[in-house]
């Protein structure tokens, strides 16, 4: 008889093997010798990873870090108060906020993104259109990642610290500095890489709101498809693909984020 | 005469319609140990909140050393906190605790060291200052929470449940760590606590609380010995109730006689009674350890006939369990002192009382 969890075992293979091979075929393309996206690949060469540390590409990227960064923080300074006031007060439309700080979650970002642009377009901010209309949108669909790891790492911390803290004459603004936002660092940590991910690897919002100017590098790929799938393409995936796979196991080393997917985090 | 460490005037906290504290009027003098006791759902604790300063009382007032608080922030106080679970800082090690009211105080830094060292010393912990509160024991926790709410010499400290999370070994040492330090240090002490043998082994005085009310302050001795009212007789230790009828009226305090179905006995009027009237109802109560078995029956007064259903073997002591001829199960400790007799289940016993051990509580209202 098999037992059930090796059917388990199989079913979980299958999985990773569907997610990650297209991946590990993508990267062998990148070093094939010819102009071919073929697999198995003939021969080897390193011209189209050549290629592709062209400032053609590399501006796409370094814009890309750029937004990625600004859209995170942002979206964790801002998703820090809005955590705090979902967890710790009571207050009428407490819940219709805790929706709307998760909705981008479930609306589309396209749609979010066409109604940027119609908005902007409105109100006559044509101008914002590039970074500042990316950060805008970016932040939009950053938010529920950073309120939602925040909101778990602060209703992870029994109330009595905060308590403590004040008992032995620690005003509020001391209270919230010595003592939970060290604890909820991880937190914050986690949500700020969650929303960087985010920024970094969407495509559907930065479609409307990006420029010549301001090309994000989804939307250089995305550009560059529609002429086929070269080696020089899959060498540039293979990097967007590894700085925030990168940036995940840098902040996963120093502060288990892992723990905010998984289960509730473990303090001290 | 210095005012009073802790003064509660007419305190009321209500969430809704819900009463917490209907009511409390309550004197801690300097250097007091008092014990705010009773059944969860009582209010003690809503009342410690109220005097560290985290829930807002409804109405009433409370002083601090004869300063009105209730508008004060806790961080304003001057109070020494311990609660149930340490509420220890995950991220900072055991001096670093310990240390934090000193640094929110900017006291100087040599100073703050000497005086964590002294307070670790106090607690017994002065070789852990280095570690995690995740490394500490239960009870190395429950003493650092203590050295952290004693350093900033507090006018008062409060001590929420603080044994609770002890097993019951623990919990009788750090018992008597608690009063022994109580005393060193000399602090105005308020502990909350259910537990009745806690409340009575450390305490200066005791409030029994029921219901967001005080029903009796007063000395452990007092409390065990007296109860004001039926409540507190049945929540502090064991007692027996006897149904009886008023022979005569009597006020509160006086001694009056009872025809029970055991005899007519006489006992004392329990404090708390508006009095009782002849005829009335009333319950007669004894301790459970002040009933003795004897041989012979005495000429008059309490004499119970029972058999024992049930015989308790709990080293020190032997409990018996017996039921009278109509159906009242008495309940009956006596020391082992390796003199008497021992029981069996089944065995026909007398029972007598001293009359001094006799507590009379009218039967209507409680």
Redesign the interface.
């Known amino acids: 008889m098999i037992r059930p969890w090796r059917i388990l075992c199989g079913v979980a293979i299958a999985i990773y093997a569907f997610m990650f091979a297209p991946i590990v075929i993508t990267a062998t393309v990148s070093f094939n010798a010819q102009n071919q996206s073929r697999f198995p690949p003939s021969g080897f060469s390193l011209r189209w990873w050549a290629e592709a540390i062209d400032p053609r590409w590399i501006e796409p990227i370094v814009f890309s870090l750029k937004l990625a960064t600004l859209s995170a923080a942002a979206a964790t300074l801002l998703g820090l108060p809005m955590a705090f006031a979902l967890v710790r007060y009571r207050f009428p439309g407490r819940s219709l906020l805790s929706l709307l700080a998760l909705s981008p979650l479930m609306l589309p970002a396209l749609v979010t993104g066409i109604g940027l642009l119609q908005f902007l377009q409105l109100a006559g901010l044509n101008d914002w259109l590039g970074l500042p209309a990316l950060v805008a949108g970016h932040i939009v669909i950053c938010m529920p990642f950073a309120v939602r790891t925040i909101a778990i790492s602060l209703s992870g911390l029994?109330g009595?610290?905060q308590?403590?803290?004040?008992?032995?004459?620690?005003?509020h603004g001391?209270t919230l500095w010595?003592?939970t936002l060290?604890?909820i660092k991880g937190g914050i940590f986690a949500g700020a890489t969650f929303a960087f991910v985010q920024s970094f690897t969407d495509y559907s919002m930065s479609l409307f709101l990006a420029n010549a100017e301001s090309l994000p590098i989804p939307i250089m790929i995305l550009n560059y498809i529609e002429f086929g799938f070269t080696p020089t393409l899959a060498a540039i995936a293979v990097i967007t693909l590894m700085i925030p796979l990168i940036l995940v196991l840098i902040v996963q080393r120093a502060f288990k984020i892992g723990d905010f997917l998984y289960s509730a985090p473990s303090?001290? | 005469m210095a005012d009073p460490a802790v003064e509660l005037v007419d305190l009321h906290k209500t969430y809704g319609s819900a009463v917490a504290v209907g009511g409390i009027n309550l004197t801690v003098e300097p250097g007091e140990f008092l014990t705010l006791l009773g059944p969860s759902g009582c209010g003690k604790t809503t009342t410690l909140s109220m005097i560290?300063?985290?829930v807002e009382p409804t109405s009433g007032s409370i002083r601090l050393g004869g300063r009105s608080v209730e508008k004060l922030?806790?961080?304003r106080?001057d109070?020494?906190?311990v609660?149930q679970?340490y509420?220890?800082?995950?991220?900072m090690d055991v001096a670093t605790n310990v240390g934090?009211?000193l640094r929110?105080?900017h006291v100087e830094k040599k100073e703050a060291a000497r005086r964590v060292a002294e307070a670790l010393e106090l607690v017994q912990l002065g070789h852990l200052g280095n570690r995690?509160?995740?490394a500490l024991s239960g009870g190395q926790r429950q003493r650092v929470a203590l050295a952290?709410?004693l350093v900033?010499r507090p006018a008062v400290l409060l001590l929420d449940e603080p044994l609770s999370n002890l097993d019951l070994k623990l919990r009788e040492e750090m018992r008597l760590e608690i009063s022994a330090v109580q005393r060193r240090t000399g602090i105005t002490t308020v502990l909350v606590t259910h537990d009745q043998g806690e409340a009575l082994a450390v305490s200066d005085r005791i409030a029994v609380m029921r219901a967001g009310r005080v029903e009796q302050v007063g000395k452990p001795g007092e409390i065990y010995e007296s109860p004001a009212t039926r409540f507190v007789a049945e929540f502090i230790g064991s007692m027996n109730f006897l149904p009886g009828e008023a022979l005569a009226d009597a006020h509160a305090g006086q001694t009056c006689a009872v025809r029970t179905a055991h005899g007519v006995v006489e006992g004392k009027v329990a404090s708390s009674a508006d009095g009782i009237a002849r005829g009335s109802s009333v319950s007669v109560a004894v301790r459970p350890e002040r009933l003795r078995v004897v041989e012979q029956a005495p000429s008059d007064g309490l004499m119970i006939e029972a058999k024992i259903e049930q015989f308790v073997y709990l080293g020190s002591k032997t409990e018996l369990h017996a039921r009278s001829a109509s159906g009242t199960l008495y309940l009956l400790e006596h020391a082992n002192d390796g003199l008497r007799q021992s029981y069996a289940a089944g065995d026909i016993i007398r029972m007598t009382a001293a009359k001094a051990d006799l507590l009379l509580f009218p039967d209507s209202g409680s």
């Not at chain 1, 308590?163 to 005003?171: E, P």
């Not at chain 2, 509420?87 to 991220?91: E, M, Q, R, V």
């Open positions: 029994p009595n610290l308590n403590a803290a004040m008992s032995l004459g620690a005003r001391m010595t003592v060290p604890l303090h001290g | 560290a300063g985290f922030p806790p961080f106080r109070i020494g906190l609660f679970d509420a220890l800082f995950p991220h934090f009211g929110m105080r995690r509160p995740a952290r709410a900033i």
